[in-house]
């Protein structure tokens, strides 16, 4: 029979995490959490209104923990830094990213989104672009990213270096500004087809026509 114990909030919800950390997300219940902690349910219960809200902390310090890692100075910007931050995170706490990416596109991920696109007016020469340009790019940029992310998660990437990952979101980020502020983007109009053919033209190539 587990021994009473008294354990504080702080000590529940630490180890709430590390539950997570281990075997993932579903593993958060009272039971398996009160075995990891050799207690019955009732401190749990008695620290926590109920499982909502020891999830909700569990989440809150998840989220703490990609903020670090979002804002740690890795190269001199702030917005190529959040983008080796998530991926990086992905790749060192797998099971904690998921836990987020299962609270929703409403919960605690999708405030970092909003976070990370605000951090672009940082970088000088983001900042002299019109907010529609930035809007395009940051999206492009965050599908690319959250694509690294899949690759850390599901054990795709074969080089899982820091320099490997910062390396790659700059240059996915050169060429997708170059990209959308030269008009290659824009899918069918006149700037992007006259791009595209003075490209084919330089290397011998038909533009194909469009279907």
């Known amino acids: 029979m587990p021994r009473p114990v008294s354990l504080s909030r702080e000590q529940i919800g630490t180890a709430a995490l590390d539950l997570v950390r281990r075997e993932g997300w579903d593993a958060l219940t009272a039971r398996g959490l009160a075995a990891a902690l050799g207690t019955s349910v009732a401190p749990i219960y008695g620290a926590f209104r109920g499982m909502e ?43 904690l990213f998921l836990a987020l990416y299962r609270a929703g596109m409403e919960g605690e991920l999708e405030r970092h989104r909003r976070e990370v696109r605000s951090r672009m007016k940082e970088d000088t020469f983001l900042a002299s672009l019109e907010e529609g340009e930035l809007d395009r790019i940051f999206d492009q940029l965050w599908t690319y990213t959250m694509g690294m992310v899949m690759d850390m998660l599901f054990g795709h990437a074969k080089d899982r270096s820091e320099r490997r990952v910062a390396s790659r979101l700059r240059s996915a980020g050169s060429l997708l500004m170059y990209g959308i502020l030269s008009g290659l983007d824009e899918d069918g109009s006149a700037a992007a087809r006259e791009r595209w053919t003075d490209l084919f033209g330089r290397r011998g190539w038909t533009i194909p026509p469009r279907g």
């Not at 804002?71 to 830094?81: E, H, I, V």
């Open 53 to 95: 809200d020891l999830q909700a902390w569990v989440l809150g310090e998840a989220s703490r923990l990609l903020s670090e890692a979002r804002t740690r100075p890795r190269t001199d910007s702030g917005f190529l830094n959040s983008g080796i931050g998530m991926v990086l995170f992905a790749r060192d706490e797998p099971k």
